[in-house]
């Protein structure tokens, strides 16, 4: 199997001097500004991405008028939304609702404390990382119940319930395909994972995997075709129906935050991190990502969205069962096979991905959904 | 082609059924008397001669004397079509019955016709406004509303 | 075991994205699934039937631009014929094969509009909506070209239309008859077999034959539930006669079966579009009306297949020069009278495209 | 959720998308791109031939929605009517066109611009020095005058702008 370094190599990263005033407290300090800068730029960055593809594949342009290419487009919204008057609707409660949006954004932002942007080029390479990144990205699902149940309003109401019955379903294939990972590299530390992917990236070993994080992954992230939470043509904005100016940015920023975090955390766990020829880590790290996010700007321009039925019927039906069997599967090659023999593995985890989704379809039907009153 | 059916002969095989019932029969149309039009249509739309299954349009004309009530009927079985008329007499509150229970796609037109023309529809489940608002004064295609 | 839940009342619209106009749905919620649902219409009443009677009849045609404002040269069709009938006019040959093709037009636009709108009420982020705005803004041009403005067109006259077609005008029908096909096939392999697309729409919000008969719902959504009625076969008015083209119908009466009717009109209504060119006579396009008609005492009631469905005028003349009862028939408001025994049962989110699937245009339900 | 034929439906619509990223938009950048309306716009203004107007007041008439003002006094002089106010709301109007087609003597042509947003409905009633042709400010469009047609420039179209789609 795949050998594990012990030397974690932290050596890339410029570290300070402990003998300076205030010791690491300094370092810390340096290094969570820079990594919101980061985060804040790509969410920009991504802004106008997702902006210009959507526009050039509905044939229009998008924005161009901001800047050269508009790409000041992002920072221009930004600032416009920030000076924006805060309205506030009567009877709301109001604590919670100031609260929501303050709960919702810290998570996202601290999840990026274990991201590898090169190796060892992290805040924090706690040795339980994936652990902490499935914990803490749980939680904003809290600020945006809080924002739902707060705001009065009978659309956020039905967002916040359809959320929460979300992301409680899609935890468990995201956690299992996650898990069949771990089995392979044998440690829950991000940079681990990466450096695990020396000889081949995981989308090639876990083909299934990759398919059930994918999907699952868009879910929690509520990106298209499961962006049932702010179902436009459905429940007005969802659960920031009653937002508006810096507390509606907030949201904005989680939305995209997590579009981020989840093609990081795709890059990192699938398709080998930072590494690649040539170019610098960092750049192959934001490469990958960004590709990452292509692909799901590209599914939210083409895709319907799902119903809420639906949305449960996949993930428990579908991906819970694909994403247990995966990890069995895997388990018995990481016992059975001798050590580096991933040539076996590729054909045969393809193989049985490319049957049991086969399989899988053929439970579904059409047409259901009618409940008799 | 959908075949106007001639209200003469159409008039000549109702009158033994509906004795007394029919006003006026021209060519186009057949005026009955809003009593028995209920019956009239009723017995229009099941017997297998007509079947008349879909109802086009209900109209209401105001003629200052009278209202008048203008039913389109078709049938897509046989393709021919016939147009039945009724009148109600007085402003006040004129009422004709209600064809709900025949056809459904009469609710919101009889709706429509009460809101705008000011006549009630007997036995019609859910006889309000259906355009303006409910404490709107009189009807606005009357005639007489200014 | 059932766990006892309260229903409650969300209010959807006027002011919703998805409901096409200032609709309003009082719809009663058990969870997600819709219990009751009641239609309260109104917001967009100007009264156009009382307004008619203070107009003239050629002047009754600009607020017939108004109803349908998506097809505004099918009501200016109806309304025309409706005049033609009452004062006895005789319309030239070309101008027939001219409203006949305009109002094919008017139908493969129309058709767009709905089948973009169905699927972003759908989800799909605008994208397929957009694609299909694409091939409206062509058809657009064309109108803008012989009538001079790009939604209101107030092309039809009484006893012709308004102008001839400019010299331009066939070449470019021709490269647009030339594009078309191509660009539907093109939204038949976007989102035709799109398996999300699928499990939303098939089997969803059904109508059956009898309910739709019964109901009085037509166009589209009355061929889905396998009904062959088309009035430009069962009473074929202008020269629909001459033509030969098929009636596309459905058979389950789903969401998705309205959805395939509407797609394959459109290459119908190509296929007369054609055909219209191809025996397009020469001549006048307009037979002398005086300005102000001034029809016999009498009363006529025309309609014509408009592409939601039947459309109707209903005029009463007492020799005046303006009508002394216009009555309309409202096809979409006819097409909602069954929305709430199609919606009853399902998700909100179901509510949402069996209302898309309706394609009803708020100006002409409340007119 | 049934894959009917495993997602193969997905891939297609998504293909769509990919080509479409890869084409001309087909929107034109507005202000400074600007395409030419048809030759017949009805466009949001009036234009008037002072020389041929005779007051008859067939275009008040014929408006439907009577924002036409028109008052006439005698002129016995010459032996016609002498118009003395001519004013449109153009704020009322809703640009339908027939008073132009009414018009016996070819005395009224609609404009052919269509950029005419104001501040003030006031700002919107145009009278008669506004109108007049002579005035120079006004284009007449080409809506029932073929001849004035023929002179304006052709009308962009998209389905020649857009030739990707041709064989």
């Not at chain 1, 199997?1 to 005033?21: A, E, F």
Request: proline share 5%; glycine share 6%.
């Amino acid at each position: 199997m795949v050998i594990v370094n012990p030397n974690v190599n932290l050596g890339n990263l410029p570290t300070l001097s402990p003998d300076w005033p205030g010791g690491f407290w300094w370092h810390w300090l340096l290094f969570t500004v820079i990594i919101i800068a980061v985060v804040i730029v790509m969410i920009m960055v991504n802004v106008y991405i997702a902006r210009r593809q959507v526009g050039r594949m509905q044939s229009r342009v998008g924005p161009n008028r901001t800047g050269p290419f508009g790409i000041f487009q992002p920072l221009a919204d930004a600032l416009k939304v920030l000076l924006k008057e805060g309205i506030e609707p009567a009877s709301i409660d109001r604590l919670i609702y100031w609260l929501a949006p303050v709960v919702a954004v810290v998570p996202v932002l601290l999840i990026f404390a274990v991201i590898p942007f090169t190796d060892g080029g992290m805040l924090a390479d706690l040795n339980i990382g994936i652990l902490y990144v499935v914990a803490i990205s749980s939680i904003s699902t809290v600020g945006t119940f809080m924002a739902g149940w707060a705001s009065n309003n009978k659309f956020s109401l039905i967002s916040a319930m359809r959320v929460i019955a979300a992301i409680v379903s899609y935890e468990m294939p995201v956690v299992l395909s996650i898990a069949s990972v771990l089995l392979l590299v044998g440690s829950l530390s991000m940079n681990d994972i990466v450096l695990a992917q020396q000889d081949i990236p995981f989308i090639l070993l876990q083909p299934l995997g990759f398919v059930i994080f994918f999907i699952a992954g868009l879910a929690e992230i509520s990106r298209s075709p499961f962006d049932l939470l702010e179902a436009d043509s459905e429940i007005v904005a969802g659960f920031f129906t009653e937002y508006s100016g810096i507390k509606f940015v907030l949201f904005y920023l989680v939305e995209y935050g997590e579009a981020f975090f989840f093609s990081c955390l795709i890059t990192t766990l699938f398709l080998g991190g930072w590494r690649g020829p040539a170019l610098p880590e960092w750049l192959w790290f934001i490469v990958k990502a960004v590709l990452v996010w292509f692909v799901i700007v590209w599914l939210w321009a083409t895709l319907p969205r799902v119903r809420i039925d639906q949305l449960m019927a996949l993930a428990w039906k579908f991906l819970l069962p694909l994403a247990l069997i995966n990890l069995i599967i895997t388990a018995i090659q990481v016992l059975a096979l001798p050590e580096g023999s991933w040539w076996v593995m590729i054909p045969v985890n393809f193989a049985v991905t490319a049957v049991l989704i086969l399989l899988w379809s053929k439970l579904f039907k059409l047409g259901w959904g009618r409940v008799e009153v | 082609m959908t075949v106007a059916l001639s209200a003469k002969e159409v008039a000549a095989k109702l009158e033994p059924k509906f004795p007394a019932s029919i006003i006026e029969s021209n060519k186009d149309s057949l005026l009955v008397k809003s009593e028995s039009l209920f019956e009239l249509i009723s017995f229009l739309k099941t017997t297998p001669e007509f079947d008349f299954n879909y109802l086009s349009s209900i109209t209401a004309v105001d003629y200052l004397d009278y209202f008048e009530l203008v039913y389109h009927l078709t049938s897509m079985e046989h393709n021919h079509s016939l147009v039945i008329k009724t009148r109600c007499y007085g402003r006040g509150n004129p009422t004709v019955p209600s064809i709900v229970s025949l056809y459904e796609g009469a609710n919101v037109q009889e709706r429509e016709i009460y809101d705008l023309m000011g006549i009630s529809f007997e036995g019609h489940p859910n006889m309000k406004r259906i355009f303006l608002w409910d404490g709107f004064e009189g009807h606005p295609l009357r005639k007489d509303y200014l | 075991m059932a766990i006892r839940t309260e229903p409650f009342v969300l209010n959807m619209g006027p002011v919703h994205p998805s409901t096409h106009g200032v609709y309003r749905m009082r719809a009663t919620l058990d969870g997600e699934v819709v219990v009751d649902l009641e239609p309260v219409i109104g917001y967009l009443h100007r009264g156009v039937e009382k307004l008619a009677e203070e107009r003239t009849y050629t002047g009754v045609i600009p607020l017939t631009d108004r109803l349908d404002y998506i097809s505004s040269m099918s009501n200016n069709l109806a309304y025309v014929m409706a005049v033609e009938k009452l004062a006895g006019i005789k319309v030239p040959e070309r101008a027939e094969y001219l409203r006949v093709i305009m109002a094919e037009l008017q139908r493969i636009c129309n058709h767009l509009i709905a089948v973009g709108s169905f699927f972003n009420d759908c989800g799909a982020y605008f994208t397929p909506f957009l694609h299909m705005y694409r091939e409206r803004e062509k058809i657009i041009d064309l109108f803008e070209m012989v009538s001079g403005q790009r939604l209101t067109y107030n092309y039809m006259r009484v006893g012709g239309v308004s102008q001839d077609i400019p010299e331009e005008f066939l070449p470019a029908l021709d490269r647009f008859l030339a594009q078309m096909p191509r660009c539907i096939d093109e939204y038949d392999l976007f989102l035709k077999e799109n398996e999300i697309l699928l499990a939303r729409s098939k089997g969803v919000g059904i109508l059956t034959r009898e309910k739709a008969i019964n109901c009085s719902i037509t166009g589209p959504v009355l061929r889905a539930t396998g009904v062959k009625w088309d009035l430009r076969k069962a009473d074929p008015y202008s020269v629909y006669d001459r033509f030969e083209f098929d009636i596309p119908t459905g058979s389950a009466g789903d969401c998705y079966d309205r959805y395939r009717v509407r797609i394959a009109e459109m290459r119908q209504s190509l296929r007369i579009i054609e055909q219209a060119l191809k025996q397009l006579p020469s001549g006048p396009v307009r037979v002398e009306v005086p300005h102000l008609v001034r029809p016999p005492v009498g009363e006529a009631y025309a309609h014509i297949e408009s592409p939601k469905g039947e459309l109707a005028f209903y005029l009463v003349s007492d020799n005046s020069i303006a009508p002394y009862r216009c009555h309309i028939r409202p096809t979409s408001l006819l097409n909602l009278s069954a929305l709430r025994d199609m919606a009853i049962g399902w998700k909100i989110a179901d509510l949402i495209i069996i209302f898309g699937s309706i394609d009803i245009c708020l100006g002409e339900v409340d007119r | 959720m049934k894959f009917e034929r495993y997602g193969i439906g997905i891939a297609k619509g998504l293909m769509v998308t990919l080509k479409t990223l890869f084409r001309h938009p087909t929107v034109s950048q507005y202000p400074e791109q600007r395409l030419h309306t048809s030759r017949r716009i009805r466009g949001n203004e009036l234009a008037w031939d002072r020389q041929k107007c005779t007051g008859c007041a067939t275009c008040a008439k014929t408006c439907p929605q009577g924002v036409i003002e028109i008052v006439t006094s005698t002129n016995l002089v010459e032996n016609k009517y002498a118009v003395e106010k001519y004013q449109v709301d153009t704020g009322y109007c809703i640009q339908c066109g027939l008073c132009v087609e009414a018009c016996p003597y070819e005395a009224l042509f609609m404009g052919y611009a269509y950029e005419r947003a104001k501040y003030r409905r006031s700002e919107l009633v145009e009278n008669k020095e506004d109108m007049m042709l002579e005035s120079g400010k006004k284009q007449p469009s080409g809506y029932f005058y073929p001849e004035i047609a023929a002179k304006l420039p052709r009308q962009t179209l998209l389905v020649e702008k857009i030739t990707e789609k041709e064989q």
